[in-house]
């Protein structure tokens, strides 16, 4: 992007892109401004609302000035206080410090409000106190000391020149500071250029009690130079009497030699005071030459006890930065354990698909620095992803991916993501459009997806979706959040893994149900069937055994009736018998009587049946 004219301001930048302290993502310490500057920002922003609208005013505009801050700020990690910013041992990113410089100018309504900033608090009194022994010009001649001792390489000053009574000054800004600063360049550098040189110009006012130095302009990068030069002019030191004591011993030298040659009879009292004369020069510049060494030695003294203090300064510094980097990672750690612990209550308390992958893209929009997520479940009977779910999206969008679904396609990033079971990293979105499926393409465009992360859905070796993290502007994603992307989505493929397990636990109860009433409902009706036959059978038995009754009862008078004539017939009441004749009745007889028992047993059996039978109780031997 080209670099922008100094009227656009860094704030056009919705977020800020590097991190604002502690460590960069390569792991290097943020020291880029100091926590002294920082802490006269918000003390002169303080004390010049204070002086217009009252202490309660300027208590709530450094509270509006965090909160803007972290609004801009996109990892709750490094959101910041009151009490934070106006640590002087903190440190800060350029980036940071031109959000806080243009949030100050909104809120302080000063148009010079950085101008006044450096005349009025950037000399702090630890420079002050360490440039105290040396002169305007020689404090002039350490700028670049002293810029370096609080900004740590993020500005590169220059002496052009000095002398007694002007100086010309040069700033340019380094590479890492110009990429953070990135098409805002001149707008930023502006803010410096005009605290800088407001903050030199006030080094004879602040240390030495006299006028502040004059500014000349002679070039600007706000206005396209490459650096920033300014000319200083101050109200030049006086000399010291060294010059005229040398100038009058060789002034009495001179004398001498002229007297010795054009007046050589001269008196001797003359000639006697003019060889006591060296005599007293002597001593006199021999005390001068020890006074000299002394004060030499004084000053080495003094510059090694300064050393030792910004040695012993550097140190502490040093340690409070990493005990500052410690409880950001703690502070990192804390949300993400936290996060995680929500995370898992909340998708573990239900077995719905949505509503599981609903809570993880929540969770991963609302607690880590992506614009947007979104999921892709995988249907490996038809070889496609659908039922898409989003957050950070918008309505568009939603209505675009509405009963989408995405066929497997072998370069395309789902496809890529699913069956390699790896994450993978998108530095920039451009270098993999191409490659993918015609939808999935335009997906990634209508989101504004400039970078990003891909992480697939896996438990238990079996691929289940695919999860999308992505910004609307190129960032690097570190291998802590890389890791915990990862956690996350390992989560959420563990619940949804229960909740499939579940749902075909479900699907195989219904089944079993069914068949469970199918078989019910057969026996019901075998049962029926059955009641019905047992019923038919029943009236069946009903018949028989009245049939049988009625059988018995209409037999036995026409049996009785045979018997009798049989009878009469054998004892010879109708005359003699032949041979046969006898035999073929005593046959009839036989069988009437036989006839006579079988009808006797089916009344017993009927009376059984009927519960009628008379029992006849005696004692029988069993021997």
Known sequence: MPILPKSH??????????????????????????????????????????????????????GTLVAL????????????????LKNHWNSYSYEFAMFLAEFSVQLSHEENFHFNLGREKFLS??????????????????????VEKFTKGSLKPEVVSVTNGHAVMRLQLSESTIKQFGPYLRGCAERICHTTKATVAEVPARMFGKRAATIQDRSCIAEGAPYCEWAFTWDPERQTMRG?????????????????????????????????????????????????????????????????????????????????????????????????????????STLDRETIIGSGLKAIVGSLSFDHAWAAVWDGSHQLFHNIQSEGMSAQ???????????????????????????????????????????????????????????????????LGVLIIGSTHQKPIPIAEQNLLSTVAHEMAIALDTALAYDEIEALNIGLETKVQERTLALQQANTDLESANHRL???????SQFLSHCSHELRTPLTSIKGFTENLLHGMVGPLAERQHLYLT????????LTRMIADLLDLSRIEAGTVRLAHATVSLS
Request: hydrophobic share 40%.
């Open 244 to 348: 005229w004591i040398w100038g009058g011993f060789a002034l009495g030298l001179a004398m001498i030699a002229t007297l010795s040659v054009f007046a050589p009879d001269q008196p001797w009292w003359v000639s006697a005071g003019l060889s006591l004369l060296p005599l007293l020069i002597l001593p006199l510049a021999k005390r001068l030459w020890d006074d000299r060494l002394e004060l030499q030695e004084r000053g080495k003294i003094i510059q090694e006890q300064l050393e030792s203090a910004e040695q012993r300064h550097e140190e502490l510094r040093e340690a409070y930065l990493a005990q500052e980097h410690t409880l950001i990672e703690i502070r990192r750690r804390v949300d993400e354990l936290t996060m995680l612990h929500q995370l898992t209550l909340h998708i573990g």
């Open 538 to 544: 029943k009236e069946l038995d009903r018949m028989k």
């Open 125 to 146: 009194p630890i420079i002050q106190i360490l440039g105290r022994p040396f002169s305007i010009a020689q404090i002039y001649r350490l700028f670049p000391h002293f």
């Open 69 to 84: 801050l972290n609004e801009r700020i996109p990892d709750r990690t490094y959101h910041v206080t009151v009490d934070f």
């Open 397 to 463: 969008w939603n209505t675009l991916v509405q009963e989408t679904h995405i066929p497997s396609a072998p370069q395309d990033l789902l496809h890529r993501t699913l069956h390699t079971k790896e994450p993978i990293v998108i530095e920039d979105i451009t270098d993999i459009l191409s490659q993918c499926h015609p939808t999935t393409r335009q997906m990634l465009t209508e989101a504004g997806t400039k970078s990003g992360f891909s992480v697939p859905l896996i438990s238990q070796n079996q691929s």
């Open 587 to 594: 046959r009839i007889s036989a069988n009437a009587n036989r």
């Open 9 to 62: 301001r860094i704030l056009e930048r919705p977020l800020m892109e590097f991190r604002p302290f502690g460590k960069d993502t390569q792991g290097a310490t943020i020291q880029d401004v100091s926590g002294i500057a920082i802490r006269a920002n918000l003390e002169y922003l303080e004390e010049a609302i204070k002086q217009r609208q009252g202490s309660g005013a300027a208590e709530a505009a450094l």
